[in-house]
């Protein structure tokens, strides 16, 4: 599967100052004590497990901020499975760059391909049901659009990106305003008719409340067990999306998707993953 890049120069502010964290103000020392000025070299950025692989779009720019000189090609794109001690990408050029720009690129590829993977596995647990997994906003904090664009290439969808992206009314906002009907005729209200509107719900009265009060479009059933979930789907008969979250763990997903919900939300697609083992080798 082909995917869309995010343009670089949205993502550089981001690999820039990562770079500048790890550089420190006086660059990298070791390499310029012990490498002679002008030595190249060719180095291969390793997979040392089978995983889905993220994050090349974002070491491809780390390694060309340290140096826009280096010869870099990428031969597993973003989104493609990848197998143990598969070489991923070739860096070639000056090695006093290539050690420089090395752990940043790391850091990002071992993390991002980390939540791809993870990523796959939920959806690999949707198989012959129409549900779709889905983020969250659990994200790092400065890394929220390369951990998201993380989850597509593992076959994920996103959530909200920010808070600004649509309105998702919570237990809070429910209980802080006065009741359901309350906050849903504050958004019919004042909503932007390009703003989709979604609701948080516990129980099945308060879904019932929902339908009939009306102006959501999609309705997030929270920490319901499988039996209502599935009563919940019946109660919404296609009328608005439902989304199922909380307590959503790898080994749930394939009984929650045969409920017949649209969505299946979980923050551990992100804040959970484990870092993919790469490496970098002269």
């Known amino acids: 599967m082909s995917f869309a890049t995010l343009p670089d120069l949205i993502l550089e502010p981001m690999i820039r100052?990562?770079?500048?964290?790890?550089?420190?103000?006086?660059?990298?020392?070791?390499?310029?004590?012990?490498?002679?000025?002008?030595?190249?070299?060719?180095a291969r950025l390793n997979a040392r497990e089978d995983a889905i692989v993220s994050g090349m779009q974002v070491a491809v720019i780390a390694f060309c901020l340290v140096d826009p000189s280096l010869?870099?090609?990428?031969?597993?794109?973003?989104?493609?499975?990848?197998?143990?001690?598969?070489?991923?990408m070739t860096i070639k050029g000056a090695v006093a760059s290539i050690l420089s720009g090395e752990r940043v690129a790391l850091n990002f590829a071992?993390?991002?391909?980390?939540?791809?993977?993870q990523t796959a596995?939920?959806?690999?647990q949707t198989g012959g049901t129409d549900a779709r997994i889905t983020c969250t906003r659990k994200t790092t904090p400065g890394l929220r659009s390369v951990e998201k664009l993380a989850v597509l290439h593992g076959g994920g969808f996103n959530h909200r990106y920010s808070l600004s992206d649509a309105i998702l009314i919570k237990d809070n906002h429910i209980a802080a305003a006065g009741g359901i009907r309350q906050v849903?005729?504050?958004?019919?209200?004042?909503?932007?008719?390009m703003m989709a509107v979604e609701i948080?719900?516990?129980?099945?009265?308060?879904?019932?409340?929902?339908?009939?009060?009306?102006?959501?479009s999609v309705v997030l059933l929270d920490n319901m067990d499988n039996e209502t979930l599935g009563k919940a789907v019946a109660m919404v008969d296609g009328r608005i999306k439902t989304e199922a979250s909380g307590n959503v763990t790898v080994d749930r997903v394939a009984s929650i998707a045969a409920t017949g919900v649209d969505y299946i939300s979980s923050g551990a697609l992100t804040h959970s993953a484990r870092t993919v083992?790469?490496?970098?080798?002269f």
């Open 17 to 42: 100052n990562a770079l500048m964290e790890d550089l420190g103000s006086y660059g990298d020392v070791t390499t310029r004590v012990v490498i002679p000025d002008g030595t190249t070299y060719e």
């Open 71 to 88: 010869d870099i090609k990428t031969h597993v794109k973003d989104g493609a499975p990848c197998k143990r001690g598969d070489t991923l």
């Open 110 to 117: 071992g993390r991002l391909t980390g939540i791809a993977t």
């Open 121 to 124: 596995t939920f959806v690999a």
């Open 184 to 193: 849903l005729e504050a958004a019919k209200a004042q909503a932007s008719h």
């Open 200 to 216: 948080e719900v516990d129980r099945l009265d308060q879904l019932a409340e929902v339908l009939e009060v009306g102006g959501a």
């Open 277 to 281: 083992d790469l490496g970098l080798d």
